[in-house]
């Protein structure tokens, strides 16, 4: 599972303390749990799932809009992942055309998404505001919503990724065993993530280059590569990630690449393993209101974080002592920092101890409180009864249109299609 899986797979765990859940997935299950359903939903299935439900949580960017503007369910559109400043970063080296078709798409969507919101789902201050200005322009801050919750909480809900309880189980060892090119007294530098357009990789193994000469022992190590998703196809930057890494003679040497992806139990042998956790991204928007989910997993191990500075977490990771934050795209930083953080010692084991500490803050558990309270009395947004079956039926028309109008500006229906199947 990539990040959105592990989230909704933990929150439908802890949920299921409180509710009967049924989580539903686009692709067949792979996995059961005990304590909750795991279905696959298709498009036409959809409308009986949501009708079943007392509440629905959905990021949206997918599910068929009618099913959750039209049941009349409380829906909790969950905003954790920034899909349309992603979009401006997945888009930068493509076609104009290509670009603002799924631009635009994603934008009409999230503007009847934050339409139809009984609340929306945050992970911090800095995201609340970001969405605050996506609900005021379409009219959520208004008589109802203002009246008796003038600082509109009950509009978000605070539900950070989180960690799991118990510590990784991993296997020691076992993972560097599976690298020909690792040797038992290598240290590990983890990229535990995707490598997806957005990010970085290409700073971290410009400044492994430097250390590699200087130092024999020091890896760069990327767990998997290929999205878990099946609909989703090759990704620019891998390409671009390992052919650096070719160019600069680093490639199984010092730099390390699973073209595969490994599996959401397995990382933890990884995570045992690993010395040093690493994570970079250019100077973007996008940035500033990413929640970096694999950072929780290098505190969940107790792993020194070296990381680009401007999201929350790496801001926590400076606050709290856990590792680095670097500038971005400063190769010569990153590569003094990788030397720092092996070298030193007793920089690593302070920035463990931090780490652990941290994590134990991060539970599911704790991040889950504020959406568990929320089941057990859910209620409508303020606003809700502003809403009329006609209008709701009028705003998928307007919905409907604005789609065609983006299809006969930039694309095909194959094309929109296609777009549509990798959200």
Not at 71 to 80: A, K, N
Not at 210 to 239: C, E, S, T, W, Y
């Amino acid at each position: 599972m990539a990040g959105p899986g592990i989230r909704y797979w933990e929150l439908a765990r802890q949920l299921a303390g409180e509710a009967e859940v049924v989580l539903a997935v686009p692709n067949a299950p792979t996995l059961e749990a005990a304590t909750f359903r795991v279905v696959r939903y298709r498009p036409w299935s959809v409308f009986r799932l949501v009708r079943a439900a007392d509440v629905v949580i959905s990021q949206g960017f997918r599910n068929p809009l009618a099913a959750l503007q039209l049941s009349g369910r409380i829906v909790l559109v969950d905003l954790y992942d920034p899909v349309p400043l992603e979009l401006v970063e997945h888009y930068r080296e493509a076609p104009r055309r290509d670009a603002l078709l799924g631009q635009e798409l994603a934008a009409l969507r999230l503007g009847r998404l934050c339409r139809l919101a009984d609340a929306v789902l945050v992970t911090g201050e800095r995201q609340r505001d970001l969405w605050l200005g996506a609900l005021a322009a379409q009219g959520r801050l208004n008589w109802d919503t203002a009246r008796e919750d003038p600082r509109l909480e009950r509009l978000f809900l605070t539900v950070p990724f989180g960690l799991p309880e118990t510590p990784p189980r991993g296997t020691p060892r076992a993972f560097r065993r599976r690298w020909p090119g690792l040797r038992d007294g290598d240290r590990i530098l983890l990229w535990g993530g995707g490598v997806w357009n957005w990010l970085d990789p290409l700073t971290v193994i410009r400044a492994m280059g430097r250390v590699a000469a200087k130092r024999d022992d020091v890896k760069l190590v990327f767990p998997g590569v290929q999205h878990p998703n099946p609909r989703i196809g090759a990704l620019r930057m891998v390409d671009e990630a390992v052919g650096l890494a070719k160019s600069l003679d680093l490639y199984d040497r010092h730099v390390f690449f699973n073209f595969g992806w490994t599996t959401y139990e397995a990382r933890q042998d990884a995570l045992v393993d690993a010395d040093v956790g690493v994570s970079a991204h250019p100077d973007h928007i996008e940035a500033r209101f990413a929640f970096r989910t694999r950072l929780l997993d290098y505190l969940w191990a107790g792993l020194p974080i070296l990381a680009t500075r401007g999201d929350d977490l790496a801001e926590e990771v400076r606050a709290r002592g856990i590792g680095l934050c670097l500038e971005p795209g400063d190769v010569d930083g990153w590569a003094a920092a990788i030397l720092r953080l092996v070298e030193d010692r007793q920089l690593h084991a302070q920035c463990r101890a931090q780490a652990l500490e941290l994590a134990r803050e991060l539970t599911w558990e704790r991040t889950t409180a504020t959406l568990r309270a929320f089941c057990q009395a859910p209620r409508p947004a303020a606003d809700r009864s502003r809403r009329t079956r006609l209008g709701d039926v009028l705003d998928l028309v307007a919905y409907g249109l604005g789609v065609g109008r983006i299809v006969l500006r930039y694309g095909t229906v194959e094309r929109v299609w296609r777009w549509l199947r990798t959200r």
